[in-house]
């Protein structure tokens, strides 16, 4: 038979062509399906992992400016927190990520300093002891890079 030739209600050549292309529809069709039902890709955001108890017990009055620490220079950091029990936290990264160490150079006079990681930052938290108002402070050094942060502080009552 030559092609186009009909043979019991089929084509013979062209036939051949139309299945591959129906074929090849079909694993198109499919391959787009399966592409959007894939996960998507998450929101930006942190790309570490932030608990909820890390963000549970601040103070209900904390204000601190945002800052970005310089390698080899010092900040001045002032500091508004209420007493309620609750702390007061700065956080700040190094090229968007956390710093390596935290170190307590001068440690606050009337309550107690945590340096550690919270995400994709390095969160210093500032809890001031029971009872406690007035001004207090404190320096820390971030590693790598020598930054400096002098934290002046100053306690309130709260409401």
């Known amino acids: 038979m030559t092609p186009g030739q009909n043979r019991g209600g089929k084509v013979v050549a062209g ?9 090849w529809l079909v694993i198109g ?11 998507k890709p998450p929101p930006p955001g942190p790309t570490a992992r932030v608990f909820a108890t890390d963000l549970e017990g601040a103070a209900k009055t904390c204000e601190v400016p945002k800052i970005a620490p310089v390698s080899g220079q010092t900040a001045q950091i002032t500091m508004q927190v209420g007493n309620d029990g609750g702390w007061c936290g700065i956080a700040v990264a190094s090229a968007g990520k ?8 001068v440690p606050a006079a009337h309550g107690k300093v945590l340096i ?3 995400g994709d930052v390095t ?5 001031p002891e029971s009872q406690f108002f007035g001004p207090d402070g404190f320096t820390i050094k971030l590693l790598p890079g020598d930054a400096e942060l002098r934290v002046e502080v100053s306690v309130s ?3």
């Open 123 to 127: 969160r210093i938290d500032y809890t």
């Open 157 to 159: 009552r709260s409401p």
């Open 116 to 118: 550690h990681t919270v």
């Open 29 to 39: 069709m499919v391959g787009a399906w399966l592409q959007a039902c894939s996960p």
């Open 98 to 105: 956390p710093y390596a160490a935290g170190l307590l150079t």
């Open 15 to 23: 036939g051949r062509c139309k299945s591959k292309l129906v074929g």
